[in-house]
């Protein structure tokens, strides 16, 4: 049983974890910060980003966030940004999303992050805004671009969305994915949050084009979900 704190045993196992793009390119996942947060009892600040399988390390992060090892009744929980894209030093830009890096990096926290504990992705920087808007049209959470890569990843507890910060170290807006703390919750918050994605999947879309496709979009993702998750609480 290792004596390191908790934040700390889940920054280094998040560090050492291994992604795989589609079309079988490896990545190692490495910590380039990852620093006590002051004033904050069991919180680490850290940033993140992938070495390809030639050892070339990209130059900018994948993600960079906090990571808590809870206490006093909180479980673990993680926070942070994830980018789009990396830039390694040869100028090569590389697509996390489209690559599928994106959804493999949360599917890697929701392994780490305990029954009980949650993630909360900020979706206002550059590249994250799909999903901001989608709040805006009263997409359900789990049918947004991040909220579901979280639900798929485990988080399928109930979900926050911190538009309004409520004072304290909340800083820019972001979703937040619960894993329910027992088996009757998690039975809960899945059946609360798949009957929200099946009254979604019959809202008329909107008039405007653009929100149109938005929504479409969003409605694929909520089938997608139905079809894998439904049988979970029959």
């Known amino acids: 049983m290792t004596s390191e704190p908790i934040a700390k045993q889940i920054a280094e196992r998040l560090g ?11 990545f190692e996942l490495a910590l ?25 390390a990209a130059r900018t992060p994948l993600m960079t966030g906090l990571i808590s090892g809870g206490g006093r009744g909180v479980m673990p929980w993680c926070e942070g940004r994830i980018y ?50 989608e709040l805006l049209l009263r997409v359900p959470p789990a049918a947004t671009h991040l909220g579901a890569l979280m639900f798929t990843a485990g988080f399928r507890g109930r979900f926050k969305d911190w538009y309004i910060s409520e004072g304290g170290h909340e800083g820019p807006r ?34 405007n084009a653009e929100d149109a496709a938005l929504v479409a979009r969003a409605q694929d993702r909520a089938r997608l979900l139905l079809k894998e998750f439904s049988s979970s609480y029959r």
């Open 16 to 26: 050492s974890g291994l992604l795989t793009a589609k079309g079988e390119r490896a």
């Open 84 to 133: 789009p894209w990396v830039e390694f030093i040869n100028h090569e830009r590389f697509d996390t999303r489209q690559t599928g890096l994106e959804a493999e990096l949360i599917r890697l926290i929701g392994s780490l992050v305990p029954a009980g504990g949650h993630l909360m992705l900020e979706y206002e920087s550059p590249g994250q805004s799909e999903t901001h808007r």
């Open 32 to 56: 380039i910060e990852l620093q006590e947060v002051r004033l904050r009892a069991g919180w680490l600040r850290f940033a993140l980003t992938v070495r390809d399988e030639g050892g070339q």
């Open 174 to 207: 972001k979703l937040q994915a619960n894993k329910s703390p027992n088996a009757a919750a998690a039975r809960d918050a899945l059946r609360f949050n798949l009957d929200e994605l099946k009254q979604f999947i019959r809202r008329q879309p909107p008039e």
